[in-house]
């Protein structure tokens, strides 16, 4: 908040209160998970991690990976983290049983660095083992992955931030907000910019979208109740669907 409050006061893409629609839900997915489920990721990152270690078959190819310099050690773990989270993300608006969980994030109709919040715990551990999984398999230290997963983190509150920031020539090499916002497009529907930090995948695949400006509305067409505890539950629990109009 300390960094983006203001970043977002002084460039703001769209005018819109602090406290702005559905603040409240927003604030509640960002307490929960950071007190709560974020206990379920650690676990399956780290579980993942002992896994990979114990699996002797990988070793050589992690000796041959080691044996290059430290920069591009990092440079392989994000290209291959992003080529494999571009997919997962793709996929998980395709696949039915993905898509359950990952509309609502998609449910937002005003994007700031709160809004990056809104995820279903489930689709957050599946998003962070994806995207974590070549650093775990090439035996990065579990240090070395949690500053990666702070970096992307907020990378992550940056390109939802209700800023208008294309990042002009480098908008290829690093996602941007006005990339990302274009991913909650009402009208287009989620069908482009699925690269978080990398839009180069978008560009090799075909899904690279930018037309030099913001979009106007933001949000799925869902019935889906928009408050905290129904978008916990009914992804998992749909017949509880009566309980929450
Ligand atoms: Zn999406
Ligand atoms: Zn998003």
Redesign the pocket.
Known sequence: MIMFAPLEHVFAAKRQPFFRKEWLTDFAFHLFQTLLWTKLTLFSIEWLHHSFNAFIWIMPVRNLFSEQNLFLQILWIVFLSDFLIYWG?RL??QIPFLWNF?KI??TAVALDWLAAFREHPFDNIYTRVIVNLPALAMGFSLDAVAGYVIFRGLWGNFIHSNTPFGLGPFKYILGSPRLHHW?HDFDKN?RCN?ANLMPVMDVMFGTFYDPGKMPEKYGIDDSISHRYLPQILLPVFPFLRKFFR
């Open positions: 993300h998980s608006h990952h994030h998609h991913h989620s699925f």
